[in-house]
């Protein structure tokens, strides 16, 4: 262990100009407080479900949201929710992942499926564990089974989207600003619509926002120290 993070430390010295070092680190940095703070935002609101503690607040809101429905509204918001849907997330991450092996970069390509499989597998693990009861307030628009703890819709759709997101900026960096915008107004509105429709409680989406945030950081992490690492070895490859 300590001769690996030895490597992993020479690595990041020889790969990152000293310029850029001091405000790589503050990005790692202010993503790993990031992380934190909605690890512990999720175990906050996880307790508080578990006492039941935010089943008025969840109704209240709910009920606020169901005086704003129209046909015209729940049209959009069905179209809305169906980019969060999780053959919709897995036919996106195929897709993305083809033109990454295409274009030669197989540690995004992993790492994608990484992101994709492990976020759909950690929701379906904690909504078991979870268990927790559907919201039943009025006749349902779409057809819902699983649990309700966290949200599905609103964590994997933040992890895919957020990552492919990711993979955008990294390339066409003159454009983060709207690529940032976009993808966190997408990311927002599938959130919003699994609330207007009355198939989750407002906990279950934030809560979803939560863990799906510490599982999007830990993957982009995970990939920045892998590409850091095969940069170094390809450099090696050369000098040798």
């Known amino acids: 262990m300590f001769n690996y993070t030895n490597k992993l430390i020479q690595g990041w010295k020889e790969n990152v100009s000293p310029r850029l070092s001091p405000l790589l680190s503050f990005v790692w940095v202010g993503g790993f407080a990031i992380a ?13 479900v578990f006492a039941e503690e935010t089943a008025d607040f969840d109704t209240a809101i709910l009920q606020s949201i169901y005086k704003l429905h129209t046909p015209l509204l729940n ?14 997330l897995i036919f996106l991450s195929c897709f993305v992942g083809i033109l990454l092996l295409v274009s030669r970069k197989f540690a995004s390509a992993f790492t994608l499926v990484i ?14 564990l979870f268990a927790r009861v559907r919201p039943a307030l009025w006749e349902r ?29 990294a390339n066409f960096r003159p454009w983060r600003g709207l690529i940032l915008f976009f993808t966190t107004l997408l990311i927002l509105a599938i959130g919003f619509s699994r609330v207007y429709l009355g198939v989750h409680w407002l906990t279950d989406v934030i809560a979803g926002y939560a863990a799906g945030l510490v599982w999007l950081i830990s993957c ?9 690492l095969l940069r170094r070895k390809n450099q090696q490859a050369v000098n040798d």
Do not use: C, R
Request: charged content about 5%; glycine content about 12%; cysteine-free.
């Open 36 to 48: 934190v703070f909605s690890l512990w935002g999720f175990f906050q609101i996880a307790e508080k």
């Open 75 to 88: 049209q959009i918001m069905t179209g809305i929710t169906f980019f969060g849907n999780g053959s919709t």
């Open 115 to 128: 992101v994709a499989f492990g976020g759909l597998g950690l929701n379906a693990w904690l909504k078991t």
């Open 141 to 169: 628009i779409v057809d819902v089974n699983s649990f309700s703890f966290p949200s599905g819709h609103a964590m994997v759709s933040l992890v895919i989207y957020g990552f492919v997101g990711y993979l955008l900026i």
């Open 220 to 228: 982009i992490f995970s990939l920045e120290i892998l590409q850091s």
